[in-house]
């Protein structure tokens, strides 16, 4: 195959930028418009967040100005794609990690943030986000929520949510959440499933560093279709890959060099 040229990284929605702090404040103006969008069209924003590193840089970027003051918190409901079953004031928490990186220092009504529940059986952890998304949901005539913005991450292992290789969550398409354990640390999760995050308006993933080229290269350079992160397709067909330029190394080729984005 050929070096890809731009319009071939156009064309599969990949949106690169220099360094780790581009795209973080790249990831940062996407949550920022969107929700200023969302609030015009339907009078809320309803956005869920992965965890993992990759995008703390970015949330400590919504709570300062003048994303800050630009983001209509007051209409935001925040959801979480998963969380490890660890108390928020562990390492390794999503929830925790988001809330000392930017939702002590935001406006949000603490009733619109959703953390997911965190019990000793994860089962009863998924039933309970389940019930309070479709609380917040009203149960949608199609079955299953309309998020406006998802944020995902890619593990090196082509993992995106807490859906990993060969694992059941995979495989779940009735349910809006669902418990797993596995990857890093390998504790019990509970995570969104395919049909909730395939019906986003928009999915974007944000990927940074050299240590996940391999699998960029993998995704969109070969046929391996049983990862988890190709298999996502949201609502309007194309997921947004926001990588830096270490993550899209062994992807670019001929314009490694320079940087792509719109
Ligand atoms: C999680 C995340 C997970 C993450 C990837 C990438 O809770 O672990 O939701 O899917 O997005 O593992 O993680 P890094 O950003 O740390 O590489």
Redo the contacts with the bound molecule.
Sequence with gaps: MTAPDESWLKKRGIVIRANAEDLAAAGADMFCQTARQSVERRGFFAVAV??????RRMHRLLSRNPRLSEIPWRCTHLFW????MLPPDQPGS?FGAARRDFLDRVPIPPGQVHPIPVTEDPEEAAARYEEDLKNFFHRTKEGFPEFDLIF????KDG????LFPGRPGMEETGRWVTPVKG?DPEVN?VTMTYPVLNRARQVVFLISGKE?AGIMKTLFQTKEARLPARRIRPLNGKPIWLMDREAASQLTGAVAGRVLGN
Excluded at 159 to 162: D, G, K, Q
């Design positions: 992965s965890g993992g590193t990759t995008p794609v998963d969380e490890r999503n995902l991450g890619v593990g993992h995106t949510a807490s990857g999760r996940k």
